[in-house]
């Protein structure tokens, strides 16, 4: 088996978080492979094609470009910035997916990168600060899809700690707060149309969360539309009628609710181990328990 099916099986095998890095990553190596190439060919085509990836703030522009909204979520400028959105991405993606599904993830992540260019859009086009640059800013990057995660997780759990190389373990509800906090008061720096869309991603993480507590899931309508176009791309299979007798044997009401309260109580012995010693300190079958419970 060589690489590239190697990398294949990866992709298949991989839940919904490791297809997000991966696609990340593809758009990433392919964009900076033409990049490249334009460059030793002294050709303008691999900036060309970056352009048309990333979401201008210019409506104008936006109009012959309506795609980038959901583009720009996948390009990264450089090595670092594309390292540093996957790992957070991995990170609060495992928190996330503790308590919320596959799905919500995967809808969170372009709701919250929706919610970002919005504000982006919004914002340049309404604040004369940003008018001498209005023609020519775009917006690039995973950070706002990022960030709506990391808020819905520190919502979700606030007092859960995650352990930060030379700091040590902190809270994610001061992470949360700490980068909404520097997103905002960098509303007026080099990277202003970034910080923007960060804090219409945390907004989007914050309401996901709220709203669920309610009943109401913000991302159901997103993924309604995904699971349509999956299902348009799916070979038909012949509908096979079972026996009911060949089936086997239906758990009783009462089995059922004493095996659902079994599995609960599982999963909160679990949780508070989290909080009281950290993700870390789970057993390898802990932590696949956490995750198939996110699956239901």
Known sequence: MNILENIKMAYKRGDALIRLIFINVAVFLVVQAL??????????????????LAAPADFTELLYRPWTVITYMFMHEGIMHILFNMIALYWFGKIFMMYFSEKQLVGLY????????????????????????????????????????????????????????????????????????????????????????????ALAGYIFVVSLRKGNDITKWLNGIFDFIVDLFKPRKSKVKRNKKSTGQKMTDAEFNMDKASRMKEIDRILDKIKTSGYESLSAEEKKRLFDQGKN
Do not use: C, W
């Open 110 to 201: 372009f709701t919250g990168g929706l919610a970002g260019v919005i504000s982006f859009i919004v914002a340049y086009n309404v604040f004369p600060f940003f008018e001498n640059v209005l023609q020519v800013a775009s917006l690039v990057g995973a950070s706002a899809s990022i960030m709506a995660i990391i808020v819905a997780t520190a919502v979700q759990t606030p007092d859960m700690e995650l352990r930060l190389l030379f700091i040590g373990n902190i809270k994610l509800k001061y992470i949360a707060v700490i980068s909404v906090l520097i997103s905002f008061f960098g509303i007026a720096s080099n990277n202003a149309g970034g910080e923007i869309a960060h804090l219409g991603g």
């Open 35 to 52: 990049l490249l190439f334009s460059a030793l060919m002294k050709s303008d085509f691999g900036l060309i094609v970056s352009s048309y």
